[in-house]
């Protein structure tokens, strides 16, 4: 492994830390350490005699062009998330506090997938944590969801846009490898998408949440379900009765899929 690597998977695991903590971590030193790259494998003792031993095909190095595109399917959600916390493909890499790859259970029932991280997402690291976060966890209770239980959350960028904009084509492009690895990774058998940018650019649609709210649709063979973003909930209380509708049409199909989901550990 190269210093880079390591420095790179360092300051990954203590931005979780300080997250966790709610400050500096005190498992982390104040200077952030010196890194140097390891003995190449081929130039020890035991790679020569068992060279299988030595080799992780894990983490590549190898450029995201040059990868197949179904390389995403062998790779595991902390993988994921470190290559989008090295990630600089976009704008919004330069004006990020922290990336914000998503939160919830590696084997979930459903993923929910909302637009982008806002201000207190970009602080923490963490998806859906604000007084929009607060009502997401609301109305998945409702239903039988929690991030913690059956559920992993999700947005269509990982990093915040300026002002909690809506993500530009080309950010939201920049991202999506990352989101389609995600959902090859997780393999949830069903998908709630939050406002309109997460259903446009799922289903590569112009139409809108006003239009596709409550039905159920097709994402690549998996159950998809779209309703008003929490976010616009707080800014339209009016429409919680609407989305409280979509929720339980989107109920109806999870217990066809599973009737004991809720109990999902």
């Known amino acids: 492994m190269t210093k880079d690597e390591k420095l790179l998977i360092y300051n990954f695991l203590k931005t979780t830390s ?139 960028v990982k990093c915040r846009p300026p002002y909690n904009r809506n993500p530009e084509p080309n950010e939201a492009d920049s991202c999506r490898s990352f989101l389609d690895a995600q959902i090859a990774a997780l393999k949830p058998k069903a998908i709630l998408a939050a406002g309109s940018v997460a259903i446009k650019n799922l289903l590569h649609t112009n139409e809108g949440v006003l239009r596709l709210h409550g039905k159920i649709l097709d994402y690549n063979g998996i159950p998809l379900c779209t309703t008003y973003h929490p976010s616009a909930l707080l800014r339209a209380p009016e429409n919680k009765r609407v989305a409280w509708e979509d929720l339980k049409i989107f109920r109806t199909k999870l217990l066809e899929l599973n009737p004991d989901y809720q109990n999902q550990k």
């Open 18 to 156: 300080d997250s966790l903590y709610g400050f500096s971590s005190p498992h982390f030193p104040k200077d952030t350490p010196q890194f140097l790259d390891d003995v190449p494998a081929q130039f020890t003792e035991n790679a020569a005699q068992n060279p299988q031993e030595n080799f992780s095909p894990a983490y590549s190095s190898t450029p995201e062009s040059t990868r197949p595109q179904n390389a995403g399917a062998s790779d595991t959600i902390s993988n994921i998330a470190l290559k989008i916390a090295q990630c600089q493909r976009c704008p919004l890499a330069k004006m990020r506090m922290n990336t914000v790859p998503g939160e919830g259970i590696k084997n979930p029932f459903v993923l929910v997938i909302g637009e982008g991280p806002g201000e207190e997402e970009d602080r923490s690291g963490r998806p859906f944590v604000g007084p929009a976060g607060q009502l997401l966890d609301k109305m998945l209770a409702a239903i039988g969801l929690s991030r913690t239980t059956n559920t992993f959350i999700a947005n269509i």
